[in-house]
């Protein structure tokens, strides 16, 4: 890649962030599914380790750590939302569990069998399905618990338009029996699984990015990777209204087998 190809990537993926960064939710999701998916996982005390993998600004982590015992480390890529994710953390008196660090899921900080709880909500497709639950297992202790979201095909057969977006977007997409045959392959045993309802795309993901993109294109007038940027998430949203019967994000809730 030449430099000038890089350092228009690094610009791209900065305005990213700096769009997210004013939004509480980086992706669907809502307080009311991760307290379903955490009541499916016992034995948690005040020594457990949990790790929130692609923790973004930590809407769900500070659910988690207001609900939770133990100790949560918020991993995220990028410093901006790291940076915010512990103010959040200080703001609701949790800093002293609840800390994040910049770091990679593909390359994590934690020793073997270290971790009772993995949890990761929309952000697993960085790294893929399969390769995340893969690669992640080695740090659950036995029996420990993995709690993820991953987008999920509602339906055998899907409307073109939508089957080439995710293609192009996301091919691993898959259906929630085949998520499930996957999780068992891996070497967990799947515990439950659920569909998040609407309004965590419609009310938390899509709703408060209204207001976000217009101060956004206010902000950046006549740039053209910001104007793209936007009519992208736009153009989700529109496909989203269309198509929501056939896909979504699925919570699966897995224990590593013993
Ligand atoms: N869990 C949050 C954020 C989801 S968006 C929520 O539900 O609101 C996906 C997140 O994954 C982003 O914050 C992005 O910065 C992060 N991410 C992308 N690639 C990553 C990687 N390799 N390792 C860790 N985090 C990553």
Request: glycine share 8%; charged share 25%.
């Amino acid at each position: 890649m030449s430099k000038d190809n890089s350092s228009i990537h690094e610009f791209d993926i900065n305005l990213i962030c700096e769009y997210f960064s004013n939004v509480e939710r980086q992706g669907p999701g809502s307080p009311g599914a991760t307290l379903k998916a955490l009541s499916f996982i016992d034995n948690l005390t005040d020594k457990s380790r949990i790790a929130d993998l692609g923790c973004g600004t930590g809407g769900q982590t500070m659910i988690l750590g207001e609900n939770t015992p133990g100790h949560i480390t918020g991993i995220d890529l990028f410093p901006a939302f790291i940076n915010l994710f512990n103010r959040n953390a200080e703001r609701l008196n949790l800093h002293d569990r609840v800390k994040g660090i910049v770091g990679s899921m593909d390359d994590l900080p934690f020793q073997k069998e270290e971790l009772d709880l993995i949890w990761s909500e929309g952000a697993i497709y960085n790294i893929g399905f399969e390769k995340g639950i893969s690669l992640w297992r080695e740090y659950l202790k036995p029996g420990g618990y993995l709690a993820v979201t991953e987008a999920a095909w509602f339906k055998a057969e899907r409307p073109e338009e939508i089957e080439d977006f995710w293609m192009d977007a996301y091919p691993q997409i898959d259906t929630i029996p085949n998520h499930i045959s996957k999780l068992e392959k891996a070497g967990y045993v799947p515990l439950a699984s659920f569909m998040l309802p609407e309004y965590c795309w419609r009310e938390n993901f899509f709703a408060p990015q209204v207001e976000a993109q217009k101060n956004f294109l206010l902000k950046y007038p006549g740039n053209k990777m910001a104007e793209d940027l936007i009519a992208n998430l736009r153009h989700e949203k529109v496909l989203y209204d269309k198509y929501s019967d056939y896909y979504g994000y699925v919570f699966y809730i897995a224990r590593k087998s013993v």
